[in-house]
């Protein structure tokens, strides 16, 4: 079970900031650099090293040891 202590926004993290997409995911994702002809961050899975895009208001879950 992971112990995640803290929900924020997407785009109120950091660049390289781990984070989790739901409280029960085992997935880490990286926040990388935003896209602005789709208005949406990238994000690196880290255990696949694809991408993913989501928005800046998207809800997730930090505050635990990766």
């Known amino acids: 079970m992971n112990d995640y202590t803290e929900i924020k926004e997407l785009k109120d993290l950091k660049r390289g900031d781990f984070f989790a ?4 995911c085992s997935t880490v994702y990286t926040k990388d ?3 602005r002809e789709i208005k949406k961050y ?6 696949t090293g ?3 895009n989501h928005k800046g208001n ?3 879950y930090i ?4």
């Open 21 to 24: 997409i739901n409280e029960n």
């Open 42 to 47: 990238a994000c690196l899975n880290n255990e």
């Open 50 to 52: 694809n991408y993913v």
């Open 63 to 66: 505050g635990f040891t990766y």
């Open 58 to 60: 998207k809800k997730v």
């Open 33 to 35: 650099e935003y896209i």
